[in-house]
């Protein structure tokens, strides 16, 4: 949720208004697909870092998540 207007583009049909979009794409939300975990870099205290690719606009992100069991 905090990607979107950061690096995934939200659509102008709504009151957030961001630049990040492709050419003639400003009305279609991006979105986020084929996640990769990077296994040399997760730690045993449940930080894993892994990169994922973005459409409107496409682009490929490095990202962190910390996992804590319930």
């Given at each position: 949720?905090?990607?979107?207007?950061?690096?995934?583009?939200?659509?102008w049909?709504?009151?957030?208004?961001?630049?990040?979009?492709?050419?003639?794409?400003?009305?279609?939300?991006?979105?986020?697909?084929?996640?990769?975990?990077?296994?040399?870099?997760?730690?045993?205290?449940?930080?894993?870092?892994?990169?994922?690719s973005?459409?409107?606009?496409?682009?490929?992100?490095?990202?962190r998540a910390?996992?804590?069991?319930?």
């Amino acid at each position: 949720e905090d990607g979107y207007g950061k690096y995934m583009h939200v659509s102008w049909k709504t009151d957030r208004r961001d630049s990040v979009h492709d050419p003639r794409r400003e009305n279609d939300y991006g979105g986020e697909y084929a996640p990769y975990m990077i296994p040399r870099f997760s730690k045993k205290d449940g930080t894993v870092y892994f990169v994922m690719s973005t459409w409107n606009p496409y682009n490929v992100v490095l990202m962190r998540a910390k996992l804590s069991k319930e």
